[in-house]
């Protein structure tokens, strides 16, 4: 089977959640035959990057999104009544050099990696056979982030951020119109997707989700590599890419409420924040935020996550599945998770991990936690034993291959109907 896969950001190296999933799928499709795939990145990826991919790839369009010019390709989009999304990942020359791939191979499948990225079926009609099926990965519901954001934003960004919820909302319901099938993953993402599409998509669109999985072998507290890493007594970690806006400002909220209150309690408390890409506003914040050390891009993740008494993911935007949150599982740490980054695991809270929400509640938990040995052996091992029973990445992309064939099948049986890609 030959597949095409069209992702919105270079899957390798993959060390932040989307393209963790989307290149053990770009993996798996390998696995099945043969995979072509289109991409965009910010940077020029490095030469393991490019060597890895091609290695799995029958072949890689890849192009620089242009940081400065996507923005403004944001803005004409919003201006012409489409999503600022769609300009930040619109590229014409992705664009021409996918009508070329299309018109000289034939594909039995093609993949869509997030919504943005539905934009690139559109010069594909009249090219691909109309019965080709056509999978799209949401992933999140994106839609329902831009409406959370503007929940909490004030003035134009509120107007701005609504009308970018709206519009894409609007997107997400089109492309049940033109896929045969739709990933998301989470439950909550799928039953969130089919609570405003029932009734407007085709009944017979494949829906179903395929949570994100992690690595247990790598993310190890016993991996022999870690052996020298002792544990901090009352060192906190936040691990996560920081130039994604729902990482940034959940840093930033857990900065500001809770941890000069808890280094009140306990003076030695530090709060270690690892990710890559820190603003200004952040590296700000470090300098006068006593206990705060903003470590910023690291090779490997692992020793600052076994190092700490306890891992923190205060998101107070979240969609989907944190892979922080099962990274920190597996690698048996203590998790403490707002509601927000906890919702889609199937977890038992207070048992596989501790869940929080207001400024007082995380202080709380946290001071318990310090205080008792026994409550953090407990979420150590509870941890750790979920994500190997739940959230091996064997299983989910053992779901998506089924998945695959299913609606591969089903279009096969039904060829006589109209599937249009618009």
């Known amino acids: 089977m030959k597949t095409l896969f069209i992702t919105h950001r270079f899957p390798h190296p993959p060390n932040r959640g989307d393209s963790i999933r989307s290149f053990h799928f770009l993996e798996r499709f390998a696995e099945m ?13 490095a030469e393991d990057s490019h060597r890895v991919l091609n290695e799995l790839c029958a072949g890689v369009l890849a192009f620089p999104w242009g940081k400065r010019r996507r923005w403004i390709r944001a803005g004409v989009s919003l201006l012409c009544g489409k999503t600022m999304t769609e300009g930040l990942f619109g590229d014409r020359k992705l664009k021409a050099a996918l009508r070329h791939l299309v018109s000289t191979e034939k594909f039995d499948r093609i993949v869509v990696f997030c919504s943005s990225m539905v ?3 559109d010069m594909l009609r009249g090219t691909v056979n109309e019965q080709t099926p056509v999978v799209t990965d949401l992933v999140d519901v994106d839609s329902q982030k ?19 919820g ?5 997107l997400e319901i089109g492309i049940g119109k033109c896929c045969a099938g739709i990933l998301a993953v989470t439950p909550e993402e799928t039953a969130l997707y089919r609570s405003f599409a029932a009734g407007k998509i085709p009944e017979e669109v494949w829906i179903r989700d395929i949570p994100n999985g992690v690595d247990t072998q790598y993310f190890n507290a016993e991996a022999p590599e870690l052996a020298d890493v002792a544990e901090i007594p ?23 409420n809770v941890l000069p209150e808890v280094r009140k309690r306990f003076p030695a408390c530090e709060f270690d924040v690892v990710g890559s890409r820190p603003g200004p506003g952040l590296k700000q914040l470090a300098e006068t935020t006593p206990g705060m050390n903003l470590i910023g891009t690291v ?6 996550l076994k190092r700490a008494a306890a891992a923190v993911i205060p998101l107070q935007v979240a969609r989907g599945l944190q892979n922080k949150v099962l990274e920190a599982c597996s690698m048996s740490r203590p998790v403490i998770a707002s509601e927000g980054a906890a919702e889609g695991i199937h977890c038992r809270t207070s048992e596989d991990l501790l869940v929080c929400g207001t400024p007082e509640n995380w202080i709380g938990k946290l001071s318990e936690l310090f205080e008792n040995a026994e409550l953090r052996s407990r979420l150590s091992e ?41």
């Open 146 to 164: 831009w409406f959370d954001y503007a929940a909490r934003a004030r003035g134009w960004k509120k107007c701005v951020f609504q009308m970018e």
């Open 119 to 121: 934009q690139y079926l």
């Open 166 to 170: 709206e519009r894409l909302r609007k």
């Open 382 to 422: 509870n941890g750790r034993r979920m994500v190997e029973t739940s959230y091996g990445w064997s299983v989910q992309l053992e779901k998506l291959e089924t998945f695959l064939c299913e609606v591969s099948d089903c279009e096969r049986n039904s060829s006589g109907s109209e599937n249009e890609l618009s």
């Open 299 to 304: 090779p490997d993740v692992r020793p600052y």
């Open 234 to 256: 009352e060192r906190l970690v936040f691990v996560g890419a920081l130039d994604y806006r729902a990482n940034a400002d959940g840093v930033e909220w857990f900065v500001k």
């Open 33 to 45: 035959g043969s995979v072509h795939l289109a991409t965009l990145y910010e940077q020029e990826p």
